[in-house]
T-cell receptor, first 116, second 116 residues
Framework: AQKVTQAQTEISVVEKEDVTLDCVYE???????LFWYKQPPSGELVFLIR??????QNEISGRYSWNFQKSTSSFNFTITASQVVDSAVYFC?????????????FGQGTELSVKP | DTGVSQNPRHKITKRGQNVTFRCDPI?????LYWYRQTLGQGPEFLTY????????KSRLLSDRFSAERPKGSFSTLEIQRTEQGDSAMYLC??????????????FGPGTRLTVT
């Protein structure tokens, strides 16, 4: 069975603080993809990043960075110098490469509140 | 650049009524997914289409739910004899698939259903 756990339900920070959102996953598949999506108050899920199971290089995109560690089955997301516009619910998701039609298995989400 | 669109954005209905939602995917995307999201949870997979073929249905999709994608373009999700437990956000996503793999899914704004 596949499962994604986001243990942090809510995080509150003050603007310009760095914040890390945790994601731990379970899968028996050897090939899989991990994703992060952002859901602002408007409700639409916005794709942020896709990472395959063979690529453990960390990735940085502006203020966003992702740390993938296969040994601990974790795919954590860090926002540097947070801004009020970063306030949203963030979802980590998993999909197996070879089966299940690409359906995403989502975690429960972490609600990030960035206060000015 | 048009993304995934969904109509209506909001629907309030009385218990026992039938409702139908529409999703228009990104035009070149051959896969279309339906998810359901309840308050405080991540989206849960309902069903998906590869072109016009419905290839998988979740056990969440009771016999009161039906989905179609005629001609592999837009899709409709119908709920018959609605129940209060059907109240949720219904999300549509689309993606491109190649060699059996589905790349990142792009989501529409969702249809929020309230059953009174």
């Amino acid at each position: 069975a596949q499962k994604v756990t986001q243990a942090q339900t809510e995080i509150s920070v003050v603007e310009k603080e760095d914040v890390t959102l945790d994601c731990v996953y379970e899968t028996r598949d050897t090939t899989y993809y991990l994703f992060w999506y952002k859901q602002p108050p408007s409700g639409e899920l916005v794709f942020l990043i896709r990472r395959n199971s063979f690529d453990e290089q960390n990735e940085i995109s502006g203020r966003y960075s992702w740390n993938f560690q296969k040994s601990t089955s974790s795919f954590n997301f860090t926002i540097t110098a947070s801004q009020v516009v970063d306030s949203a619910v963030y979802f980590c998701a998993l999909v197996a490469y070879y089966n299940q039609g690409g359906k995403l298995i989502f975690g429960q989400g972490t609600e990030l509140s960035v206060k000015p | 650049d048009t993304g995934v669109s969904q109509n209506p954005r909001h629907k309030i209905t009385k218990r026992g009524q039938n409702v139908t939602f529409r999703c228009d995917p990104i035009s070149e995307h051959n896969r279309l997914y339906w998810y359901r999201q309840t308050l405080g949870q991540g989206p849960e997979f309902l069903t998906y289409f590869q072109n016009e073929a419905q290839l998988e249905k979740s056990r969440l999709l009771s016999d009161r739910f039906s989905a179609e994608r005629p001609k592999g373009s837009f899709s409709t999700l119908e709920i018959q004899r609605t129940e209060q437990g059907d109240s949720a956000m219904y999300l549509c996503a689309s993606s491109i698939s190649s060699g059996g793999f589905s790349y990142e899914q792009y989501f529409g704004p969702g249809t929020r259903l309230t059953v009174t």
